[in-house]
């Protein structure tokens, strides 16, 4: 009995450590398998560059030649003859030698961070480098540089659960109920303060089509804080696409096929730079997505000088023919860590009444109609989760047309 007992004791031992030395096998071909799969995708998507340029903040951008650039990776796109520069611009774009005082402070010069380090040659587009640890610090290496599902703002939509389902909270405007080809916006550019490293803080506007479902179209640029999609808490220009509500299709900037840039002077997802500064300088940017009315391409354009590039019309569904709604304005992230909202801050930081020079603004905001016009939008709603959280306050007047100031500081007295 007492050798039957000291055998059975001695097979759990081997057992156990027949268990242990496995687990340790499986997790080192785990790690292995997933060191595999970062490394064939930083391949995919870091092409080979003709040059490099080291920015200030630690990225490095690559200049790709155009022809070789991540758009060409789809299938659709193999023998597409790149369009440099679109066949129309839409007409009635707002003079910026007419604006008022007001709106010429606002205006200061802005770049990327990168441009004091050098420049990309012609016939090339900047990509910044994705680096290993962009890779990691997403859920998965198929989810990184996606946004997650239900991340759009739904205005009439009064069922609280539904609206902030995914822990997304917005101050926005918006126009809808009419055929859209394009929109307009000068944003003003702040760094926002990002609780939590699963957060962001971003100013942008949308072009959507389709239903709020499983088939919504969505085109998106603007500014945004992420410190899990980029590694630190600078304000980058960014852009976003999707064709099926952020499920399968779609990613920021250049991270997947989609997108074809032509511009050799900017780069998605690279620093801005300088910010604005609470009751001191002002700093914002022009964005200008329309249609081309020959092509049927969405096209970019940043500032006055740069059109960056187009989003191919068989990329979408519902766009491919027009967009349906509107949207201009924040939104982040709310986490709600320990049961408390967010602190993550939204445009600047302040609330809408504190005015310019404190709070976030979107000015001169437009929509381009069927004949490629850039219009005021007429009957501009205004949406926000919680407005003691967020809030949004729409005006107009001569200068700055249809604008309206937003954001907030998250959790507050009044914001728990």
Not at 32 to 47: A, G, I, P, T
Request: glycine residues 8%.
């Amino acid at each position: 009995m007492a050798r039957f007992s000291r055998k059975r004791g001695a097979f759990a031992i081997v057992f156990m450590l027949v268990y242990f030395i496995s687990l340790a096998c499986a997790a080192r071909l785990s790690v292995s398998r997933q060191k595999l799969e970062v490394e064939k995708h930083l391949k995919r998507v870091n092409k080979p560059p003709i040059k490099s340029i080291e920015s200030a903040d630690g990225d490095i951008i690559d200049c790709v030649h155009i022809s070789q650039q991540p758009a060409f990776d789809h299938p659709f796109l193999k023998d597409h003859k790149i369009q440099m520069r679109p066949n129309y611009h839409p007409e009635g774009l707002y003079d910026e030698e007419k604006l008022s005082t007001r709106s010429k402070e606002s205006t200061n010069p802005i770049t990327q961070l990168w441009h004091m380090n050098g420049r990309c040659p012609e016939d090339t587009i900047p990509v910044r480098r994705t680096k290993k640890d962009d890779v990691l610090r997403a859920s998965s290496v198929k989810r990184y540089g996606k946004k997650k599902h239900r991340a759009i703002p739904k205005p009439r939509s009064t069922d609280p659960d539904l609206t902030n389902e995914s822990g997304h909270q917005h101050a926005i405007a918006y126009v809808e109920g009419n055929k859209y080809y394009g929109a307009k916006a000068t944003i003003n550019v702040w760094e926002p303060k990002v609780q939590q490293s699963n957060e962001f803080s971003l100013s942008q506007l949308w072009i959507l089509g389709g239903s709020f479902g499983e088939d919504l179209n969505s085109i998106e640029a603007g500014w945004q804080v992420s410190p899990d999609l980029y590694g630190d808490n600078n304000t980058r220009l960014f852009t976003y696409w999707t064709s099926d509500a952020y499920q399968a299709t779609g990613c920021y900037n250049l991270l997947c096929s989609g997108f074809i840039q032509v511009s050799s002077a900017i780069a998605m997802g690279a620093s801005i730079s300088p910010v604005s500064a609470y009751r001191n300088s002002q700093y914002d940017i022009n964005i200008l997505i329309w249609k081309d009315p020959k092509e049927g391409h969405w096209w970019m354009q940043f500032g006055n000088d740069y059109v960056l590039g187009y989003w191919p019309s068989f990329l979408f569904s519902y766009l491919a023919e027009s967009a349906s709604m509107i949207e201009w304005g924040g939104e982040v992230v709310n986490s709600q860590q320990d049961g408390k909202h967010t602190a993550t801050q939204m445009g600047s930081g302040r609330f809408p009444e504190e005015g310019f020079g404190k709070s976030s603004y979107f000015r001169n905001i437009q929509v381009v109609d069927s004949s490629n016009n850039l219009k005021s939008p007429k009957d501009l709603g205004t949406f926000t989760e919680q407005s003691n959280c967020y809030d949004v306050q729409t005006g107009s007047n001569e200068d700055w047309g249809h604008h309206f100031y937003y954001g907030g500081p998250g959790r507050n007295p009044n914001c728990q």
